[in-house]
């Protein structure tokens, strides 16, 4: 039987693989796409979203536990897991099913199956049917990543869980370990935490959110272990020895090794791409590390082969995938396409307070041999933050004092994942110091913080 052919098949349906074939499919060309297991794929329906609407859950609840701050009553404040869980679910499950209708309005071919790249420009899936074969002159590799599973470490279900474990959980965990403070890590001892549960962190780093600029991390520290978090740095869980409800922690810190009891541990050690049972040894792809290795505009090496996203390395977020996807897409139809800079997309962790960030750390900026300007801006200080019962954060922007270019934003506090884009957009324009002085905030607002924040490396702050 002959295969099939395509303009473009894309493998996997994430919301690297879906936006790349939506792109193409507007660009007039016939598009394929490939998924073993569901639409969205993970961001959709184990990451971003479901994990944004747990979240929220806590975020009410804790809003709820607050009630007399605000003037109101609030009795016997309670929480279901499972109504929660369930929510989350159908919050995943309602954009899941929405990707099937973009796929079916864009005329895209969807086949359901594991897909494996026998020689260049032919794709084989392996469906409930039997084996589908199809050909293309470009294929897209979207195959993302899955949660790096540490030996001794790995998860069962039960006592040690992984993300997808901490979604869906047995149980609500009465004493928790966390291993990893990363942005999975985190948002999850964050939600367990505001929930009640007894949660340590551990961290192999020297501080928690070791992306961020260290005065955001510890700014973030304060306000976790405020909410009764114990914060482990510089630390390591050589094993767990697992007996009947409990884990055992041998966690090892300042070079002496000490037991902790847990009923639940939640492993969120980094990721590994999803690279296996491709077929990419035989058609000479680089891999490092269990990514494809690509140039800036993800090709790979090999005539008419992408990678996208995860697979295709650091920064790990969807926004940086799709935006990858619609790029290959452009440079696939003969358009000019340009480049994701990773330096330009923004970084958001929505634990309680939320952390975001674009550009350079202070310390990396140093490094990179700038002469800096460093303005910083507190919540206390705005009168928004103030009213909203949320004053504490801060907003920290960078500065090349020789320009006035915006080299890089950090922001911890209430909504701060949402004011990002305003420096993302500012550092996409080149914006200088000059334009965002003179750029007129609207007031009361959270956003006016990232004014005076640019006033303050500068000399100029108003009101403090």
Same mark, same amino acid.
């Given at each position: 039987?002959?295969?099939?052919?395509?303009?473009?098949? !894309?493998?996997?349906? $994430?919301?690297?693989?879906?936006? *790349?074939?939506?792109?193409?499919?507007? %660009?007039?060309?016939?598009? @394929?796409?490939?998924?073993?297991?569901?639409? $969205? /794929?993970? @961001?959709?329906?184990?990451? @971003?979203?479901?994990?944004?609407?747990?979240?929220? &859950?806590?975020?009410?609840?804790?809003?709820?536990?607050?009630?007399?701050?605000?003037? %109101?009553?609030?009795?016997?404040?309670?929480?279901?897991?499972?109504?929660?869980?369930?929510?989350?679910?159908?919050?995943?499950?309602?954009?899941? &099913?929405?990707?099937?209708?973009?796929?079916?309005?864009?005329?895209?071919? =969807? =086949?359901?199956?594991?897909?494996?790249?026998?020689?260049?420009?032919?794709?084989?899936?392996?469906?409930?049917? /039997?084996?589908?074969?199809?050909?293309?002159?470009?294929?897209?590799?979207?195959?993302?990543?899955?949660?790096?599973?540490?030996?001794?470490?790995?998860?069962?279900?039960?006592?040690?869980?992984?993300?997808?474990? *901490?979604?869906?959980?047995?149980?609500?965990?009465?004493?928790?370990?966390?291993?990893?403070? /990363?942005?999975?890590?985190?948002?999850?001892?964050?939600?367990?935490?505001?929930?009640?549960?007894?949660?340590?962190?551990?961290?192999?780093?020297?501080?928690?959110?070791?992306?961020?600029?260290?005065?955001?991390?510890?700014?973030?520290?304060?306000?976790? !272990?405020?909410?009764?978090?114990?914060?482990?740095?510089?630390?390591?869980?050589? #094993?767990?020895?697992?007996?009947?409800?409990?884990?055992?922690?041998?966690?090892?810190?300042?070079?002496?090794?000490?037991?902790?009891?847990?009923?639940?541990?939640?492993?969120?050690?980094?990721?590994?791409?999803?690279?296996?049972?491709?077929?990419?040894?035989?058609?000479?792809?680089?891999?490092?590390?269990? +990514?494809?290795?690509?140039?800036?505009? @993800?090709?790979?090496?090999?005539?008419?082969?992408?990678?996208?996203?995860?697979?295709?390395?650091?920064?790990?977020?969807?926004?940086?995938? &799709?935006?990858?996807? !619609?790029?290959?897409?452009?440079?696939?139809?003969?358009?000019?396409?340009?480049?994701?800079?990773?330096?330009?997309?923004?970084?958001?962790?929505?634990?309680?307070?939320?952390?975001?960030?674009?550009?350079?750390?202070?310390?990396?900026?140093?490094?990179?041999?700038?002469?800096?300007?460093? /303005?910083?801006?507190?919540?206390?200080?705005?009168?928004?933050?103030?009213?909203?019962?949320? *004053?504490?954060?801060?907003?920290?922007?960078?500065?090349?004092?020789?320009?006035?270019? %915006?080299?890089?934003? +950090?922001?911890?506090?209430?909504? !701060?994942?949402?004011?990002? #884009?305003?420096?993302?957009?500012?550092?996409?324009?080149?914006?200088?110091?000059?334009?965002?002085?003179?750029?007129?905030?609207?007031?009361?607002?959270?956003?006016?913080?990232?004014?005076? &924040?640019?006033?303050?490396?500068?000399?100029? =702050?108003? +009101?403090?």
């Amino acid at each position: 039987m002959a295969a099939e052919t395509y303009d473009v098949i !894309v493998i996997g349906a $994430g919301p690297g693989g879906y936006v *790349a074939a939506i792109r193409a499919a507007q %660009l007039g060309l016939k598009t @394929c796409i490939v998924e073993r297991e569901h639409m $969205g /794929g993970i @961001c959709l329906n184990w990451g @971003c979203i479901p994990t944004k609407a747990l979240l929220r &859950s806590s975020e009410v609840f804790h809003l709820m536990e607050r009630a007399k701050d605000f003037g %109101l009553k609030a009795d016997n404040i309670g929480y279901d897991l499972d109504a929660v869980v369930k929510r989350s679910r159908g919050v995943a499950k309602q954009l899941s &099913s929405g990707i099937g209708h973009l796929m079916k309005k864009n005329k895209i071919a =969807v =086949v359901m199956g594991e897909a494996t790249l026998p020689t260049k420009g032919k794709v084989s899936v392996k469906t409930e049917k /039997g084996t589908q074969e199809l050909a293309a002159k470009n294929i897209v590799l979207a195959t993302g990543a899955r949660a790096r599973e540490l030996p001794g470490l790995e998860a069962d279900g039960d006592l040690v869980w992984t993300y997808k474990h *901490a979604l869906d959980p047995v149980r609500m965990p009465k004493k928790l370990l966390v291993i990893g403070s /990363g942005a999975i890590g985190i948002e999850f001892a964050s939600f367990y935490n505001t929930l009640g549960a007894d949660t340590t962190v551990v961290e192999v780093m020297d501080r928690v959110l070791p992306v961020e600029d260290a005065e955001i991390s510890a700014f973030a520290k304060k306000a976790f !272990v405020k909410q009764g978090m114990k914060i482990m740095e510089k630390a390591m869980v050589k #094993q767990l020895d697992r007996g009947k409800g409990k884990v055992t922690a041998h966690i090892e810190v300042g070079g002496k090794v000490e037991k902790q009891e847990f009923d639940t541990v939640i492993s969120a050690v980094g990721i590994v791409g999803n690279v296996e049972g491709l077929g990419l040894d035989g058609l000479g792809v680089k891999v490092d590390r269990t +990514h494809v290795v690509t140039d800036e505009y @993800c090709r790979t090496g090999v005539d008419g082969l992408y990678a996208i996203g995860d697979i295709a390395g650091a920064p790990w977020l969807a926004h940086k995938a &799709s935006h990858e996807g !619609v790029m290959v897409a452009e440079l696939i139809a003969g358009k000019h396409a340009h480049a994701v800079k990773p330096e330009s997309i923004a970084g958001c962790t929505y634990c309680q307070p939320q952390v975001a960030s674009v550009g350079y750390t202070e310390a990396k900026a140093k490094e990179l041999g700038y002469d800096i300007k460093v /303005g910083r801006f507190p919540f206390i200080g705005n009168g928004k933050a103030i009213a909203l019962g949320e *004053a504490e954060g801060m907003v920290k922007t960078i500065f090349d004092a020789k320009t006035g270019e %915006l080299l890089g934003a +950090h922001m911890v506090g209430a909504e !701060v994942t949402e004011m990002i #884009q305003g420096y993302v957009v500012g550092r996409q324009l080149e914006t200088t110091e000059e334009d965002l002085m003179n750029t007129v905030f609207p007031h009361p607002t959270l956003s006016e913080m990232m004014h005076e &924040s640019v006033l303050d490396a500068f000399d100029r =702050v108003i +009101h403090m």
